[in-house]
């Protein structure tokens, strides 16, 4: 399984780069996995303030249906247009060209609620 060091991670299984005071968002490579071809995602919070574990969009597999989990109170300042001709961009790059949202972070204190590489490592294993 495929776990960046760069990142921060959520339980929720979703991962943070961090830029200044903004942070690009996406699902971890265990997630896509557990949650098999992804065939849509609904975003529809651009322009929106959202606090930290609010949901932010569904993501739809063949399996299920999953609500996103705003991981730090913040703007939505942009979503990703490949993902709505290409979800399955997400299955294919999950890190790259699969992310999701952009966001400007309100509280970057947040940050400290979310897991290390490590951390996310201990939890996807346990």
């Known amino acids: ?68 989990f705003m991981p730090v109170s913040g703007e939505v300042l942009e979503v990703n247009p490949k993902l709505e001709d290409n979800p399955d961009v997400i299955n294919k790059d999950p890190y790259g060209d699969g992310w999701m949202i952009k966001i400007s972070m309100d509280k970057p204190e947040e940050l400290n609620n979310l897991l290390t590489a490590d951390r996310y490592k201990e939890l996807i294993n346990a």
């Open 1 to 68: 399984m495929n776990v960046p060091e760069n990142l921060k991670y959520t339980k929720d299984h979703e991962w943070l780069r961090i830029e200044n005071n903004e942070a690009i968002l996406g699902i971890t490579d265990f997630a896509q996995a557990e949650l098999g071809d992804i065939v849509f995602v609904e975003i529809e919070t651009e322009g929106e303030k959202l606090e930290r574990e609010e949901v932010f969009g569904t993501i739809e597999a063949v399996k299920t249906v999953s609500d996103m």
